[in-house]
């Protein structure tokens, strides 16, 4: 078994490809997601273990669909693993036979086991599979076995041991796929050969090390601190490598969640950071959204304002060149960053909405990570359990959580309704248990009764969820009991709502955040 090698997951296209990534680093196995095309240049670099072929959108049979250069992973005898049209691709690559719109099993569908080869080693004869593809492998290509079929007879499984070829119809990388990580276990360990060796925590020193190489002595870096888990670890990453010469910034936008403000002041003067200043903005960003109600508008506005106000302060700072932010790969995957190929979702705020004009080079430690092994990292750096606990909460802020117009009266509502969200739900010890909850206020009114009165309040909608990672979420089922309180709460403690719903969708297809 060999230590230290990676593994290439060949993205064409699919949202699925990223959680192969995501899978493999929770086996110990460090992955990065690379276009097709580069795969060759990557092999040539050295230090791949193996190529996964992603899944994806496109049918094989389109002419102008993704392709590979399989000769130079071939060449190099490093192992391969397609899925879904990775698999279909492998087919067509090497002489298989697939049928287009043949596969109509979409979602769970069973799978038998015909022979076992080494990626399917330890499954069970029958597993429930995740599919989601119209064409179809119906005959492998010369060389290969079939190793599983599905009900209706189709190719779920098949290998060319002796190339170290292995490819599969269903999503290993879901959690719907039973045995989905043994699958991707064997690949990696029996198949690669790589022996575990990766964690986030680890990476520290490496991270802090880079950033000193690249920020020139003498040259100041601001940071942009909003008190939430992923700004707070680049914060302390960024002044582990260059000390007081960080200035961190906490723009105080209005639309941030109650008690922000005090809270990131108290913790970031906890930490050693000495140069923090605080930017009063508020009144600033609510003249420029005023009459801003499209979603992807607000989202622009909020990013550009915000970048004014730091370059605004940067100017005053002498010697300042370059500005750290809390990226995380969600946030360039979704905002199509890490991938051509990936549609774009919504331009998360500190990506997407970013003005090319900003001239402050961008230092991203965490633009790798994911969030749970950004907490891992935040752990091992010392951040206090309130900072790495705490529920992820989008650079717009309180903007994103209220649909139509941003004015002062469903901030404040949206505000005071998210606090009574978190209490109850710490009450509950629900809190570490979900990805996260919040309230959202709608554009639209409930007739409500106030004694006789006939009012007209706000519909507050409450959403919580679970994830791993952000990238997909479920509805979190939540006790009535819970609920209630939490409806009740709201509806006596902050004037002008009348109305308290819960969101039952999961993502897809939703996406956590409603704007
Ligand atoms: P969506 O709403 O895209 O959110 O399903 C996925 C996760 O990302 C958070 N989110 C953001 N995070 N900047 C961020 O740093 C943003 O602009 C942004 N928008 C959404 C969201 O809260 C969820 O956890």
């Given at each position: 078994m060999r230590e230290g090698l990676k593994v290439l997951v060949a993205d064409f296209g699919g949202q699925y490809a990223h959680l192969i990534?995501?899978?493999?680093?929770?086996?110990?196995?460090y992955s990065?997601?690379?276009?097709?095309?580069?795969?060759?240049g990557e092999l040539e670099r050295g230090g791949v273990g193996g190529v996964i072929f992603s899944g994806g959108p496109r049918s094989v049979f389109e002419p102008d669909s993704p392709s590979i250069d399989l000769q130079p992973i071939l060449g190099k005898g490093v192992p391969i693993l397609g899925i879904c049209y990775g698999h279909q691709l492998l087919a067509k690559l090497l002489g298989g036979r697939i049928e287009a719109g043949r596969l109509r099993e979409y979602g769970r569908t069973r799978v038998e086991v015909l022979e076992y080869d080494k990626l399917l080693e330890g499954l069970p004869r029958r597993v429930s599979a995740w599919m989601s593809h119209g064409d179809a492998v119906v005959e492998p290509p010369p060389g290969f076995r079939v190793t599983s079929r599905s009900e209706s007879g189709i190719v779920t499984s098949m290998s060319d041991e002796i190339r170290k070829i292995y490819s599969i119809q269903f999503h290993p990388e879901v959690v719907h796929t039973e045995h989905g990580r043994e699958i991707l276990r064997n690949f990696l360990e029996k198949i690669c050969g790589i022996k575990p060796w990766w964690s986030p925590g680890d990476r520290i020193g490496e991270i802090v090390e880079e950033i000193r190489r690249i920020v020139p002595e003498g040259e100041r870096v601001i940071c942009a601190v909003s008190g939430g888990v992923?700004?707070?670890?680049?914060?302390?990453?960024?002044?582990k490598a260059v000390g007081d010469r960080l200035y961190c910034i906490f723009v105080d936008h209005g639309l941030m969640r109650k008690g922000e403000r005090e809270g990131v002041e108290k913790s970031l003067r906890k930490l050693g950071v000495k140069n923090l200043i605080i930017v009063?903005?508020?009144?600033?960003f609510l003249r420029r959204l005023r009459g801003v109600a499209d979603p992807e508008e607000k989202r622009r506005v909020v990013g550009e304002e915000f970048i004014r106000v730091f370059e605004e302060e940067a100017s005053r700072i002498p010697g300042v060149r370059w500005l750290a932010q809390g990226t995380i790969y969600p946030d360039r995957i979704e905002s199509g960053r890490a991938s051509r190929k990936a549609a774009l979702i919504k331009s998360h705020h500190n990506v997407g909405a970013l003005p090319e004009r900003m001239n402050l080079k961008l230092i991203e430690p965490l633009r790798d990570f994911y969030?749970?092994?950004?907490?891992e990292i935040a752990r091992r750096l010392g951040l206090p359990d309130e900072v790495v606990r705490r529920h992820p909460f989008p650079g717009p802020g309180l903007a994103v959580r209220i649909i139509g117009e941003v004015n002062e009266?469903?901030?404040e509502i949206c505000r005071e309704a998210n606090a009574i969200v978190e209490e109850e739900l710490k009450h509950s010890g629900l809190y570490d248990r979900v990805w996260q909850g919040f309230a959202v206020v709608c554009n639209d009114k409930w007739v409500g009764v106030m004694g006789d009165e006939r009012v007209e309040g706000y519909i507050v909608i409450v959403r919580i969820v679970e994830s791993v990672d952000g990238m997909t979420a479920d509805w979190h089922k939540i006790d009535h009991e819970v609920l209630e309180r939490i409806s009740n709460r709201i509806t006596r403690e902050v004037p002008g709502v009348t109305m308290v719903a819960y969101a039952a969708t999961s993502k897809p297809p939703s996406t956590i955040e409603p704007c």
């Open positions: 990534a995501r899978r493999c680093r929770e086996l110990g196995v990065e997601i690379v276009d097709p095309e580069l795969v060759g992923d700004s707070m670890t680049t914060a302390v990453l960024v002044s009063d903005a508020r009144e600033r969030k749970d092994e950004v907490r009266e469903k901030l």
